[in-house]
């Protein structure tokens, strides 16, 4: 008998494994990505930000280049008595988290809001931003989307640091990444 | 083994690869149950080392699992590779030296990965903690090499056809090869939120269910014929196992998020793969055991078979486990207890462990001719891993057991503390006495390979393990 080279196996072989990577990778990210992103989504995006773990901008985990987040409870801008609000602050330099540097995968709904009321576009890193989570009508149904606050209402990460009290400053992800993925978050006055 | 990495590949003895691999993988399994011991005591007894953020449970216990997954697991796979694809293809290896700077890289870039993971430095997802450009590396500088090593060594061969075992290696490289790229994605890309969730669990799975599993069964089918001298009892069950691995092995892995936001047909579909795990389960558990027919005696004479049979069976239980804790129902109780810290050390203390520690044990006394040095501490060495595996295995199944009652009804957390605390110490028992048998086979392969009686030309060391 000759000497058996497995041609067709080599052949079924790549279709089974590139069947399963079908199944198992793309028709899922077809389904993910035509699906709206939750509140608790845009909350946990906005709070984490750009980077999970490992990263140049920060390589031995110490929370550089990690957003703040901050409980407002006055106008950074008026210094009114406002509702508390939690506000994803991201001062000049932090890298932004995907939901804003690709909108798109938040769903359509969710991303037309935040483009047109939340004016996510016009958010750049270099000069830093500040973001909310809001709640808008879109074809007359209510969605939560990111509002860019720095546009919106001028609330600039400086004024928002400057605003409140330490106490309401919470930095997530600043040396205890795994810990803060099971919700324990850190607080920045302590970090 | 420096001497031999500037050596020309000539020069370098037959085996000396995989006799390098074997103690490499011996020493991280050392040093993996050390680790895991060390954790255990800290779950056993919350007020032992404390002060210190490096000896944290956070800081250790990722460092034990890639030890024990990536140095030991692992690089005893790398040692079959290195001495049973050249012999299955009645050829030598394609290269030894290429062999032995793969187990020169692996060893020094394991040893750095584990040092950063331990102080911290760490991406955070669990199964892919190394960094990014760590996992490119060892891509590129460890699993490239080793698979080319694999794959040329069966191009070469002086067989005509190429047996299972062989499919399995070729194949399981290259797929851990792919899972390795894939899963990484979130950490290339800065992917978040549910896809960095689905492609960190399709990467842990895969791990599991297209290397570490079908590698061990690939080494089960080895031994057993070549120890016994019974063929296979089915070539075409060893090949529907094969298959059944490629297709239903490596879909399910939505199933380890059951109650995540995944699209419910992701879900709905990934338990039902999950159940047809069991045919490559079953294959392979009936294969082999139907191959032992008329040699049964092997079980009880031959440490080797004893080690092999045993992880054979032990695939059972995780197989009905595996099965079934993935459907809805099931997962809704077990999810996120110790039930399923149970099931992993199933797998790889119980299952993937005894198949390994079999190939060692073979391969080392069979390359290097040496008659097993004692067959009383290999003794000691079994029954410490086994039993010590079992303490493990049952007192955490019940504490999972006790978790998951006391997450349904809401029971206060320290409640569930106390009443686990007895399980902990058993868990803690456990680990320690797996810990102990592997200094004891250390020392056992050591002696063996510096005062092992020669075995004669002809012989197998199998064959003479009781002949003074």
Not at chain 2, 106 to 117: D, F, I, P, T
Request: hydrophobic share 50%.
């Amino acid at each position: 008998m000759a000497f058996r080279e497995y041609k067709i196996g080599t052949r079924m072989f790549g279709i089974a494994l590139g069947g399963s990577m079908m199944i198992t990778l793309y028709m899922p990210s077809l389904t993910i990505y035509s699906v709206g992103v939750t509140e608790t989504g845009l909350v946990k995006g906005l709070s984490y930000g750009h980077n999970s773990g490992f990263s140049y901008e920060d390589p031995f985990l110490q929370g550089k280049g990690k957003p703040l987040t901050v409980t407002i409870k006055k106008d950074p801008v008026t210094g009114a008595d406002i509702d508390p609000v939690d506000a994803y602050v991201y001062v000049p330099g932090t890298p932004f988290p995907s939901a804003v540097r690709n909108p798109g995968i938040l769903g359509t709904e969710v991303a037309a809001l935040s483009a047109d009321d939340g004016q996510v576009g016009v958010a750049t890193s270099d000069e830093g931003a500040v973001f909310l989570v809001s709640r808008g009508d879109y074809e007359g149904e209510t969605f939560p989307y990111i509002e860019n606050a720095s546009a919106t209402r001028d609330w600039t990460a400086a004024a928002v640091l400057a605003s409140a009290a330490d106490t309401d400053k919470r930095h997530v992800g600043s040396g205890k990444t795994m810990f803060v993925r099971e919700g324990c978050e850190v607080s920045y006055a302590a970090s | 083994m420096f001497k031999y990495l500037f050596a020309k590949n000539e020069d370098i003895p037959a085996g000396s690869a995989a006799v390098f691999f074997g103690f490499s993988s011996i020493i991280w399994f050392i040093i993996g149950t050390a680790l895991g011991s060390f954790n255990a005591a800290k779950l056993a007894f919350p007020d032992f080392v404390t002060g210190s953020y490096m000896f944290a449970f956070g800081h250790m216990r990722q460092v034990h699992v890639m030890a024990v997954i990536f140095g030991w697991i692992s690089m005893a796979f790398a040692m079959a590779f290195m001495y049973i694809t050249p012999a299955l293809g009645n050829t030598k290896l394609w290269s030894e030296k290429l062999g032995i700077w793969t187990c020169f890289n692996w060893n020094a870039g394991l040893s750095v990965a584990l040092c950063l993971m331990w102080a911290g430095i760490t991406s955070g997802r669990e199964y892919t903690d190394f960094p990014w450009p760590i996992d490119l590396i060892i891509l590129f500088a460890v699993l490239l090499p080793l698979g080319i090593n694999v794959w040329m060594t069966i191009v070469h061969r002086k067989t005509q056809g190429i047996y299972t075992t062989n499919w399995f290696f070729g194949s399981a490289i290259f797929m851990l090869m792919i899972v390795v790229l894939v899963g990484n994605l979130p950490e290339y890309f800065s992917l978040t939120g549910l896809t960095e969730a689905y492609l960190t669990w399709w990467h842990a799975h895969n791990i599991l269910g297209l290397w570490i599993t079908p590698v061990a069964a690939a080494i089960a089918y080895y031994t057993v014929p070549k120890i016994t001298g019974n063929p296979l009892y089915s070539h075409r069950i060893g090949h529907l196992h094969f298959w059944s691995v490629v297709v239903f092995y490596s879909t399910p892995a939505a199933h380890h998020l059951m109650s995540s936001p995944l699209p419910e047909w992701l879900k709905s579909f990934a338990s039902v793969e999950g159940v047809l795990i069991l045919v490559p389960a079953i294959a392979f558990v009936s294969n082999l055991l139907l191959t032992m027919t008329g040699k049964w005696h092997y079980f009880v004479d031959n440490i080797e078979i004893r080690f092999t049979i045993t992880g054979v069976m032990l695939a059972i239980p995780l197989n009905m486990q595996g099965g079934f804790q993935q459907t809805r129902a099931i997962n809704w109780y077990v999810h996120g207890t110790g039930w399923i810290v149970a099931h992993a050390h199933l797998a790889l203390l119980g299952f993937s462990t005894f198949l390994e520690a079999a190939a060692v044990y073979y391969g080392l006394q069979t390359i290097l001719r040496r008659k097993l040095y004692s067959l009383a501490l290999a003794n000691f060495h079994f029954w410490f891993l086994l039993i010590g595996f079992a303490t493990y295995w049952i007192s955490i199944t019940i504490a999972g057991l006790i978790q998951g009652a006391a997450k349904i009804y809401e029971v206060p957390y320290i409640d569930v503390v106390i009443a686990e605390h007895p399980y902990m110490i058993a868990r803690w028992v456990g680990g320690t006495m797996v810990f102990t048998g592997n200094v004891v086979w250390l020392y056992n392969m050591w002696m063996t390979a510096r005062a092992g009686t020669p075995v004669p030309v002809g012989r197998l060391p199998h064959e003479i393990a009781y002949e003074r």
